[in-house]
C-alpha cells in the first residue's frame, strides 16, 4: 500500500502541475531529450517512449522519419497494480495467459498491421474515412493508440460476441437440461416446498407465473402511460420477460455450478437483443433513436439486476447447507464479512465448517431445518 501511495498520490504540487513521487523523480533525472521517463511515467513501465522537457511522451509517436521504430506500432507496458499482480499470482500461468490472450493479438499482431498497412479509420468529426497514417502528416502522432480504439476495440467487441453466442450455441445440450429442471420443479417433483405440520419452507414455484403475467401487463400499462407506443410497450415487455427468465435460469445455473454468475455477459446479450429489435423497427415501433436507446438500457439493467438478485439467493443456499437454512442462522453467516475485524474468523478451520460433521449431515439430508412457521417468520424478522 505505501508503495502504491507513492507510485499514484499526486505528493508533489508544482506551480501548474500535481504529480505522483516517483513520477517526479522520473521527470527530473534527464538529460536534453533522454531521461528515465521515457521508461517510466504514471504508474508504468514501458517501452521507449521518448521525453520532452523530461515530460513522458507516454507512447513512441508515428512519423516519416521514425517509421522503422518497432515501437511507433505497439505499446508495450508493465503497471504497478499490486491487485494484478495478485491475481495473476492466484490464477497461475495457463489461466493468466489465457485471459491476457486477447490482449497479446490485439498488441502484437493487429494494431502493428493496422499501422503498417495504414487501414482507414472512420473519423466521425469529418464523417469520413481516413487513412491512419494522415494523422501524423507534417508531424507526429501515437498511431497505435487510434488503431486500438477505432479498429481493434471493434474486432474485439465483434469477437467477445460472436464467441459467447458460439458458446451457448454449442451448450445447447446442458440449457435442454436446465429447462427440463425447470419444468420438473413446476410440476412437483421432489418438491418440498410445504411440509406437513410445518408449515411453508420455500415460496412455492406456482407463483412465478402469476408474478411474470403480473409484471408482464405492469410493464405495458406503466411504459405506454409513460409516452411509448402500445405496441412498443408490449415488446419490451415480452423480450424483457423471455431474456429473464431462460438467460436468467442459465446464468443461475452457471453460478450454482461454479460460483460465479455471468452477469456481464449475459447482459451484454440482452442489451444487443434489445437494442437490435428496437432500432431496426423504429418506424413499426413509433420510436426514434433516442427512446431505441432508453428501452434497450432500461431492460439491460432490470435483467442484470434480476439475475444478480438470483444469484446472491444461490449463494445464501449454498452457504445454508454447511450452516443450517433457517433465517437467523443464514444472517449470521451473512454477518460474519460485513465487518473488517470478525472477517478472520470464518478463515480459521475451527468456524469454516466445510469438513464439519453439520455440513455432511446437512448435506445428506438437504431439508429444511425443522421449525415451526411462526417462528420461522419471527426470526426473519429479528435478522431483517
Not at 533525472?29 to 521515457?38: C, Q
Request: aromatic share 12%.
Amino acid at each position: 500500500m505505501v508503495g502504491l501511495f507513492l507510485v499514484e498520490y499526486p505528493l508533489i504540487w508544482l506551480s501548474d502541475r500535481k504529480v505522483a513521487l516517483l513520477d517526479y523523480i522520473a521527470q527530473s533525472l534527464h538529460v536534453g531529450d533522454i531521461g528515465l521517463a521515457s521508461f517510466y511515467s504514471y504508474g508504468k513501465i514501458h517501452q521507449p517512449s521518448g521525453t520532452e522537457d523530461g515530460i513522458s511522451l507516454k507512447q513512441t509517436h508515428w512519423s516519416e522519419d521514425t517509421a522503422w521504430n518497432p515501437f511507433a506500432y505497439t505499446y508495450v507496458g508493465v503497471a504497478l497494480t499490486p491487485s494484478m499482480f495478485a491475481i495473476g499470482w492466484f490464477m497461475k500461468t495457463r489461466v493468466a495467459f489465457l485471459v491476457n490472450l486477447g490482449t497479446i493479438v490485439g498488441w502484437f499482431f493487429l494494431v502493428p498491421l493496422a499501422v503498417f498497412m495504414n487501414v482507414p479509420i472512420y473519423d466521425a468529426t469529418q464523417q469520413s474515412n481516413i487513412p491512419i497514417q494522415e494523422y501524423a502528416s507534417g508531424g507526429s502522432a501515437a498511431l497505435q493508440m487510434i488503431a486500438f480504439a477505432k479498429t481493434v476495440r471493434t474486432i474485439a467487441i465483434g469477437a467477445i460476441v460472436g464467441g459467447g453466442m458460439f458458446g451457448l450455441f454449442k451448450m445447447w445440450r446442458t440449457f435442454a437440461d436446465i429447462f427440463t429442471d425447470i419444468g420438473s420443479a413446476f410440476k412437483g417433483d421432489a418438491s418440498q416446498e410445504y411440509m406437513e405440520g410445518k408449515g411453508w419452507y420455500e415460496w412455492p414455484l406456482k407463483h412465478i407465473p402469476i408474478f411474470m403475467g403480473v409484471t408482464f401487463i405492469a410493464m405495458i400499462v406503466i411504459f405506454s402511460i409513460g409516452g411509448f407506443s402500445p405496441l412498443s410497450a408490449l415488446v419490451f415487455a415480452s423480450v424483457l420477460i423471455l431474456t429473464t427468465f431462460m438467460l436468467g435460469a442459465i446464468a443461475v445455473r452457471v453460478m450454482g455450478e461454479t460460483g460465479i454468475e455471468p452477469v456481464s455477459g449475459t447482459s451484454f446479450i440482452v442489451l444487443l437483443m434489445l437494442l437490435g429489435v428496437f432500432l431496426n423497427a423504429q418506424d413499426l415501433l413509433q420510436l426514434n433513436t433516442e427512446d431505441a436507446v432508453l428501452l434497450g438500457l432500461v431492460g439491460t439493467t432490470v435483467f442484470g439486476s434480476a439475475i444478480s438478485m438470483s444469484g446472491t439467493v444461490i449463494g445464501d443456499y449454498k452457504n445454508s447447507l454447511y450452516i443450517g437454512n433457517d433465517p437467523i442462522t443464514s444472517r449470521k453467516g451473512t454477518s460474519w464479512v460485513l465487518c473488517p475485524v470478525p472477517s478472520s474468523g470464518p478463515a480459521s478451520p475451527s468456524s469454516f465448517p466445510f469438513n464439519s460433521p453439520r455440513a455432511a449431515s446437512n448435506l445428506s439430508r438437504l431439508k429444511p431445518t425443522p421449525s415451526p412457521p411462526s417462528r420461522l417468520f419471527s426470526q426473519r424478522g429479528k435478522a431483517t
